[in-house]
């Protein structure tokens, strides 16, 4: 009978997962995918839109703050500060539900396809120190939408913008920054950036963090980097050959042009090099692999002379050969080292696209130590991207030999740098070694990057000695840590911001006196004091201090409850905020 | 008997086939895109799709009907399950969408950790539990009963990661004894052949490699011991207190047999019935993966693999690793049941 049971179960087990199956969602077909052939019979049928329209704006849905599940720099405890911005909010009438909407690729999903329908917290961590990479990436339209010189005919597409916000002034102006090889020219036009956006509150930038590292007292030399991995060449231990640098995650992979994680990159910054690299402590472009960089006169082509008599640690010559190789690589998708499997995001990213869509058209050489970069427009931020770990020069001999696994961590990586790949055992640590013929001074000490994914063991490994430098630890182990006389902290200033979107789907939000009464409704001071300890400070527009082309003069939204009641009857609301509507044309202003 | 586990042995094929299915389809019902959640915050729509190609992650996930509406017999068998199941049946897990490393190989690496570190817990818990049971219960009420029983509650209820801290505070930290986390020393390497590092380095004669492995295994083991070590304890309690009331234990002990005698030789074997079924199952649920003990003491264990996986959407591993887990409760749930045939003479399987 029992055996019966058992067949029984295991039939409506089969079943029950056969219906779930069929009920499961399809994947989107590729094609069905592209907005282009939604656009078009948009306008044939609004009528019946505007019908639908009226239907759906009867439709109220609770006023919600959605709060990241995952800790970010710029948000290090999301909920618990979510928490606090409810109660803010409800202070000053805003009725908020708070709601977690999923893990964070659900949370990412929902927040590309536009759905954290009302306010949602999120950040950005910059990726080269140019104040592009922060506005233009945020702000700025694809080169699909800027359709001829006047920026009244460009296209909005607000769906493809985050929270729906399209700001065809603000984009302009980023495109002319962009451009421009004027630096002064430059900063001039993301200060006046960054006030549009600050008068539009299209926004609420709440936090910068410094980021804090904890050290045993026997290392010296370490040198935290704000943008770049940090540099670990000059590190010394006393008593010591071996550093163990403790940290929450494993990377990814060891080839920087495929991976997106700062795991990856703070491996990958030790062992291979760039042409340009950031100056120590700042976000300034320097030589590295490259002796100098000089742009024609309307910065269209780069001519670099690159450093002589280097080699990669397989012991092959570093030369123009070589760069060529692998920006080619990057570049060209049919190039047989551009594997199917891999992406290529970053090079898309900062570059432009590949192939044809590509801002670098050539990479010429003029000798075996000249290349000539070809750009198909002036690009401002050059040296700044040039300088990015994603754009280090590997070895095309460790390529070539091992194709598609290059960077898995059977093969690890070869390049130039001060430190050689030895092991990596998956989900455990990273070896590297010195590089005797390192051009700019070999160094001392065998690194090992060691994964602890918890902050409080990771902290109790530093202070038992197993490991002698960690990232990321918990706000009291900190303060024990500046307690401490073994220890001491090193911040990485802050290329990072937290912020609090609005989706301008929702109407209410569309009034500015609706967004400026919640800026004045969050007391961000307060989160700073309570969350972030001693390493925080709060943010008054989306470009960090520590960047140019930030405006000191712009003057901060206080935190004044009674003000924003104010605001928020002005706008229509005496009673307060509870429940919003979503606009089913789903237009911005 | 023979034919009752070859016949236990084939029905597990459905049950394991059931369980590809579930873990299949309930992992894709959770929202999240691996493609998004691999190239993060800034990829084109292009790359995601390309990748999605690449991992066959845009076929249908059962069978495609509309394939068949338009009589394309092969495409309608092409489809995410079918294909993972073709693979599966020349037992290949297909590869890692993070780090296109093969699920099996990684499990080869990560499983033993599990295995080793479980093993030791479960001697652990099984030397100090079970004789805490019987002292307890042949002593019942007294001062050693309470003080036991207490223990062993605290023991249930204790919250590893606490208990793990405060191990590694008091162990490594503050005594300096024990290494905080991991699996050997660096610069430490042990081969063998069962890749349990304790057995390997005894069988190679390294006792350096032996004394670095205990140091590594002492902490996490005990901090994972402690919940079934409880459970144990409170089992055999009570299972032996059962028996003790029987009428054969009053005979045996009016013949004038030995407290000790009637305690081990008739009462325990008795007793033992229950006590077995729940080791089986603690076996099964620390050999699952312990995420807790394997995330504070970094222990390159499967628990903690599969929970990054799932996070991080990459279903080769989710499926690979909940398929072997599944395996080993089937397994586990198989020993157990010929054991009590073997513990209790009434039982005859055919």
């Known amino acids: ?589 | 008997m023979t034919r009752y586990i070859i016949r236990r042995i084939i029905s597990v094929i459905p049950t394991l086939i059931g369980v590809t299915f579930v873990i299949f389809m309930f992992q894709r019902l959770i929202p999240g895109d691996p493609a998004i959640a691999m190239l993060g915050e800034h990829a084109t729509e292009d790359s995601i799709n390309r990748i999605r190609e690449q991992f066959g992650l845009n076929r249908p996930l059962f069978l495609d009907r509309e394939a068949l509406a338009t009589g394309d017999l092969s495409g309608f068998f092409d489809s995410q399950y079918v294909n993972y199941m073709e693979r599966l049946s020349h037992l290949d897990l297909g590869e890692s969408i993070h780090r296109r490393i093969p699920v099996l190989e990684t499990l080869k690496l990560r499983f033993p950790a599990t295995v080793e570190l479980s093993l030791l817990s479960m001697i652990i818990a099984i030397l100090i539990g079970i004789p805490v049971g019987i002292i307890s219960a042949s002593r019942r009420n007294s001062l050693i009963d309470s003080v036991s029983m207490v223990g062993s509650l605290i023991g249930v209820s204790m919250p590893i990661f606490w208990l793990g801290l405060m191990e590694i505070m008091l162990l490594a930290v503050i005594l300096k004894w024990l290494p905080a986390g991991g699996r050997l020393s660096t610069g430490f390497e042990i081969n063998g052949i069962t890749h349990l590092y304790l057995v390997d380095s005894l069988l190679n004669g390294d006792l350096a490699g032996f004394k670095d492995a205990l140091s590594h295994i002492i902490m996490p083991a005990v901090a994972l011991a402690t919940i079934p070590m409880g459970i144990i304890a409170r089992m055999t309690r009570s299972s032996m207190l059962d028996v003790l009331q029987e009428d054969y234990i009053r005979t045996a002990r009016a013949k004038g047999l030995g407290g000790r005698l009637v305690l081990f030789r008739h009462a325990l074997k008795n007793a033992a019935l229950p006590v077995v079924t729940i080791i089986g199952l603690q076996a099964g649920t620390l050999l699952a993966g312990a995420v807790l003990t394997e995330t504070i003491f970094s222990w390159p264990g499967i628990g903690r693999w599969v929970y990054d996986a799932i996070l991080g959407r990459d279903y080769p591993i989710v499926q690979g690793g909940t398929l072997l887990i599944a395996l080993i409760f089937v397994a586990v749930n198989l020993i157990v049941d010929i054991l009590y045939a073997l513990l209790d003479p009434r039982i005859r399987y055919k």
């Open chain 1, 1 to 589: 009978m029992s055996k019966k049971l058992f067949y029984l179960i295991i039939s409506l087990l089969m079943a029950g997962s056969l219906v779930l199956g069929a009920c499961a969602p399809k994947p989107t077909p590729v094609e069905e995918a592209a907005p282009a052939e939604e656009a078009a019979p948009a306008e044939e049928a609004a009528p019946a839109e505007e019908a639908q329209a009226e239907e759906v704006a009867a439709e109220k849905i609770p006023l919600t703050l959605y709060y990241m599940p995952v800790t970010r720099f710029y948000y290090p405890s999301p909920k618990e500060i979510g928490e606090a911005m409810a109660a803010d909010l409800a202070n000053a009438g805003f009725d908020v539900q708070l709601e977690l909407a999923g893990d964070w690729p659900t949370y990412l999903g929902l927040r590309r396809e536009g759905n954290l329908d009302g306010l949602y917290m999120l950040g950005w961590g910059g990726d080269n120190g140019d104040p592009d990479n922060f506005l233009n990436y945020f702000f700025g339209f694809s080169s699909a939408d800027k359709v001829g010189d006047d920026p009244a005919a460009w296209v909005k597409s607000p769906e493809k913008r985050e929270g729906w916000y399209a700001n065809t002034d603000v984009a302009y102006l980023l495109y002319q920054a962009s451009i421009n090889p004027d630096q002064s020219a430059r900063e001039e036009m993301y200060k006046q950036v960054e006030n549009m956006l600050h008068d539009d509150v299209a926004r609420l930038w709440v936090a910068h963090n410094n980021t804090p590292l904890v050290f045993s007292s026997a290392v010296s030399g370490y040198v935290p980097q704000p943008v770049g991995a940090d540099y670990f060449e000059g590190v010394k231990v006393e008593g010591s050959d071996t550093f163990v640098f403790g940290r929450g995650g494993d990377s990814v992979q060891l080839d920087p042009a495929v991976v997106t994680d700062g795991e990856s990159f703070r491996v990958t910054g030790q062992v291979l090099e760039p042409l340009y690299q950031y100056e120590p402590g700042s976000t300034k472009p320097i030589p590295a692999l490259a002796e100098s960089c000089t742009p024609n006169e309307n910065s269209t082509e780069w001519t670099c002379t690159l450093r002589q008599g280097v080699k990669f640690h397989d012991g092959t010559d570093f030369n123009a050969d070589a760069v060529i190789f692998n920006f080619d690589r990057w570049r060209f998708t049919d190039n047989p080292y551009h594997y199917d499997s891999q992406v290529f995001e970053y090079y898309e990213y900062m570059w432009g696209g590949f192939d044809d869509a590509s801002v670098i058209t050539a990479v010429e050489k003029v000798d075996d130590y000249t290349v000539k970069f070809v750009l198909s427009q002036p690009l401002a931020p050059f040296l700044a991207n040039l300088a990015m770990d994603m754009f280090a020069i590997s070895s095309p001999a460790a390529i070539e030999a091992a194709g598609e696994d290059y960077g898995l961590p059977s093969n690890g990586c070869v390049g130039t740098g001060p430190f050689k790949f030895v092991e990596w055992v998956e989900g455990d640590h990273i070896t590297i070694t010195p590089n005797e013929d390192y051009w700019g001074g070999a160094p001392t000490v065998d690194v090992v990057f060691r994964v602890i994914a918890d902050d409080s063991a990771r902290f109790l490994a530093l202070k038992a000695g197993d490991i002698q430098g960690l990232e990321q630890a918990v706000v009291e182990d900190l303060a024990a840590a500046e307690a401490d006389d073994a220890l001491y902290v090193l911040t990485r200033p802050a290329l990072n911001t937290g912020y609090l979107a609005f989706s301008y789907k929702i109407v209410e939000f569309q009034d500015v006196r609706v967004r400026e009464a919640i800026a004045h409704a969050i007391n961000r001071q307060g989160l700073i004091d309570n969350f972030y300890g001693a390493y925080g400070e709060v943010a008054k527009t989306f470009l960090p201090p520590l960047i140019w082309g930030y405006d000191d003069t712009i003057e901060d939204w206080e935190y004044n409850p009674e003000l924003s009641r104010q605001l928020l009857a002005e706008a229509g609301f005496p009673d307060g905020l509870s429940e919003v509507t979503i606009d089913p044309t789903f237009v911005t202003e």
